[in-house]
């Protein structure tokens, strides 16, 4: 790592939002709310107390892993504009703070979480923080182009983790939830990286865009979006789906290829010069499709609670 003793001689005392910039609030969001999914759609009730604490301990992890990873990417980060105001590069919580801090709420979370819900589950907490700090930060982040699409895994964790905190093992529905969202976080990624290029570049970033060109990351894009649409229609077809799920996936698995149709058939000079509208359009769609999904899900379960759910 590098050495930060000048960023600190004059930097003012962590306030306790830094800390809570450190664990990534916004991808935190996304943790909770997939977790919290397979947690109320698995066929086994849990007590609200029980499922709040496992809530509550997913979404430690989860930031564990963020702080984590900014404690190891502090380097590339003071580089890339849209990281340099993260805590660290910005002189209010120091590296070793950070790691600290990550490794304390790693270990209260899993173990809170296997003393709260069971062992399986407090297990593939401590499993996915690794993979996400590890297996993507340390090793692929910086090694492959391929960065994405396998680190991408430690994203899709968390619907299986609540799944399991319900259950305690694994079933079809909880990989297809997975595969949902792993399966969607290259597109999703790689839309980002077409705008985001030059950032990439400068922290020497293998991203697919840097090391393929951005016409081969569109390219990339409506092959992924194309793959990903099966996955999404297939949970349809389980205990956890019905109609109500499928109409939603029809329509934005359509729109989804639609706007993957339209990146791809960009012309690079035109997309430079409108400042990559339709590329940021369709990454913020990508945001609505992921969560329309699971929230199709949840309108399937609760419509099962009135006996209408399901097929």
């Not at 120091?94 to 790693?106: D, P, Q, R, T, V």
């Not at 270990?107 to 993507?136: P, Q």
Request: glycine share 10%; proline share 5%; net charge neutral.
């Amino acid at each position: 790592m590098t050495d930060t003793t000048s960023v600190f001689e004059n930097s003012p005392e962590a306030e306790f939002g830094d800390y809570v910039a450190l664990l990534k609030p916004r991808v935190m969001s996304l943790v909770v709310f997939t977790a919290l999914t397979g947690l109320l759609v698995a066929p086994v009730s849990v007590h609200p107390l029980v499922g709040f604490a496992a809530i509550l301990f997913i979404a430690l992890g989860g930031g564990a892993s963020g702080a984590l990873n900014m404690w190891w990417d502090a380097d590339i980060d003071r580089i890339m504009r849209r990281t340099r105001n993260r805590p660290i590069p910005a002189g209010k919580v120091s590296e070793g703070e950070a790691l600290g801090f990550g490794l304390a709420l790693s270990g209260i979370s899993v173990v809170m979480l296997g003393l709260a819900a069971n062992w399986f589950a407090g297990a593939f907490l401590a499993f996915t923080i690794f993979f996400y700090v590890v297996v993507y930060t340390m090793w692929l982040k910086r090694s492959t182009p391929q960065n994405i699409v396998i680190g991408g895994a430690a994203g899709a964790f968390p619907p299986m983790i609540g799944w399991a905190v319900a259950t305690g093992g694994i079933s079809v529905e909880s990989v297809l939830m997975f595969m949902l969202i792993f399966m969607w976080t290259p597109p999703h990624f790689w839309a980002l990286a077409l705008f985001m290029k030059s950032d990439y570049a400068e922290a020497d970033v293998p991203m697919l865009t840097v090391t393929h060109g951005r016409k081969a990351t569109r390219t990339h894009i409506l092959v992924y979006t194309l793959l990903l649409a099966p996955f999404a229609l297939a949970l349809a077809a389980t205990s956890i789906g019905g109609p109500v799920y499928l109409a939603a996936s029809l329509v934005l698995n359509a729109m989804f290829i639609a706007g993957a149709l339209r990146i791809r058939r960009r012309d690079e000079a035109a997309a430079e010069a409108d400042g990559y509208r339709v590329e940021k359009r369709f990454f913020g769609f990508s945001l609505s499709y992921l969560f329309l999904h699971f929230v199709a899900l949840l309108a399937e379960a609760g419509l099962a609670q009135f006996g209408w759910g399901g097929w």
